[in-house]
């Protein structure tokens, strides 16, 4: 088989720039273990030289002690030599800067690695902030264009055929008999699999706080409920993962950004939070609420992305402070 120069020649490449893309990826972990070893090692070095820079020290105060007895006349100079004042402060000059330039010497690599690891710690928390930055812009992008395509469908289709596409249910009339035998068609919302969204958990028995039995669930997700309310009056704002601390739910990179904000007056929010249990057109959570299902899926009314916000809140907060 002919060796083909010009395929090896792209073969290299592409895993060249494959490994240089994986490196840029995760260049804020790698920063930091580069940062965290360089400061160890750097330190190990630091102890290091404070060590030899006893001997160093001692040599020092050995010659200073040799310009003191010269200079009181406690030590001889050489017949016919004198020791003035001048010659003493030269000495002593050439003593001070010998041991400088020791030590500079000795702590050096001390210097740089912890230096080195200071930077690079600095550097991955820049591409983590500026990650992060970019993060929330898209994601606040992606809600806006998310809200006003719901809007859109809701004006054309309607409220409930946009809340059945956006659920996975469908409204069906089916025949049902009443106590006194009578048959009559009612309507359901029925659907093969309930859509959860971004924002949604599942409470069931993975959850620490789950019983096996619909009044306590009912009652705990309640009062988390209540509880949340509270601490977003009283703070102003409450983030998603605040509520997913109480409910006992792993955090998400969402509910770091995501969230809810106090504010009655402005009619585009809510000002309270809602975990969705009160939703007629959703069979899992009216079986839940008759004490029929003891897991609920919660949807949260967050109002989306709320740094800005928040920020916003606490400038005021400190202006009125300040006033």
């Known amino acids: 088989m002919k060796f083909n120069m010009t395929s090896a020649l792209e073969s290299a490449s592409r895993l060249a720039n494959k490994i240089a893309f994986k490196a840029k990826k995760h260049s804020p972990e790698i920063l930091i273990a580069v940062g965290a070893v360089s400061i160890v090692t750097g330190t190990v070095q630091a102890c290091k030289a404070t060590l030899k820079m006893q001997d160093v020290l001692e040599t020092t105060s050995d010659n200073l002690e040799k310009i003191h007895g010269l200079e009181d006349g406690t030590l001889k100079v050489k017949e016919g030599e004198t020791y003035t004042e001048e010659d003493a402060r030269k000495d002593k000059t050439t003593v001070y800067i010998q041991t400088a330039a020791k030590a500079a010497k000795l702590y050096a690599p001390a210097v740089i690695l912890i230096g080195g690891g200071l930077g690079c710690m600095i550097g991955s928390h820049i591409i983590m902030r500026r990650r992060y930055g970019a993060a929330v812009a898209a994601y606040s992008a992606v809600t806006t264009a998310f809200n006003e395509y719901k809007a859109r469908v809701k ?18 009339e089916v025949e049902t008999t009443d106590e006194n035998g009578n048959k009559k068609k009612e309507t359901v919302y029925v659907g093969d699999k309930m859509i959860k969204h971004p ?34 009056r009283k703070k102003g704002y409450l983030f998603l993962n605040d509520v997913y601390d109480m409910l006992g739910v792993p955090n998400t990179y969402i509910g770091q950004f995501a969230g809810w904000v106090w504010d009655p007056a402005n009619p585009k929010i809510d000002s309270y939070v809602d975990f969705g249990l009160y939703d007629e057109m959703n069979p899992q959570k009216v079986a839940f609420l008759q004490g029929d299902e003891y897991s609920i899926v919660l949807d949260f009314n967050v109002d989306g992305n709320i740094i800005d916000k928040v920020e916003g809140i606490e400038k005021r907060r400190q202006e009125i402070m300040g006033n």
Do not use: M
């Open 199 to 232: 924002y949604s958990v599942v409470f069931d028995e993975t959850n620490p706080y789950y019983e096996r039995g619909a009044g306590y669930n009912l009652i705990f997700v309640r009062n988390v409920q209540d509880a949340a309310n509270r601490k977003l």
């Open 155 to 172: 004006e054309r289709f309607g409220e409930q055929t946009q809340y059945e596409l956006e659920h996975g249910v469908k409204a069906e």
